[in-house]
């Protein structure tokens, strides 16, 4: 099963950062995330409930940028996954997560993992 629900380029405001200067301010952060779903029953239905709503899930990522301080990207990306499975019953997530403003001479950092449930 291959279907999946995903969001690309959601804007989030974190306190985000290893050095001092960063704990102090708001950093943009970038989202995509791809979700394995079975697209097969709400279609069927016609029914909100019956699949992953992004909306939700957007808010639900944007709420929680704005409500934890990490250090490390990955730490964010991991624990918002790991978040995201449990909140939502995903089967499985593949999130890349940029930092575009940390590497000027860089079209873009960041990271990507895959978790499952
Ligand atoms: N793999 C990572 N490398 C770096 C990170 C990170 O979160 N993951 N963070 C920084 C600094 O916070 C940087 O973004 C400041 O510009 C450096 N490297």
Redesign the pocket.
């Known amino acids: 099963m291959k279907d999946i629900v995903f969001i690309e380029g959601l804007k989030t405001e974190a306190v985000?950062?290893?050095?001092d200067w960063?704990k102090a301010i708001q950093?943009t952060l970038v989202f995509d995330l791809e979700m394995q779903h079975d697209n097969r029953l709400p279609a069927a239905t016609d029914d909100l409930s019956k699949t992953l709503d992004y909306e939700a899930i957007s808010n639900f990522i944007t709420d929680f940028c704005s409500t934890n301080v990490f250090?490390?990207?990955?730490?964010l990306a991991e624990k918002l996954c790991a978040e995201l499975i449990e909140t939502f019953s995903i089967h499985s997530i593949t999130m890349t997560l940029r930092?575009p403003?940390?590497?000027p001479t860089a079209n873009a950092?960041g990271?990507k993992i895959h978790r499952q449930k």
């Open positions: 985000i950062g290893v050095y960063e950093q250090e490390l990207i990955e730490t930092k403003g940390a590497v950092v990271v």
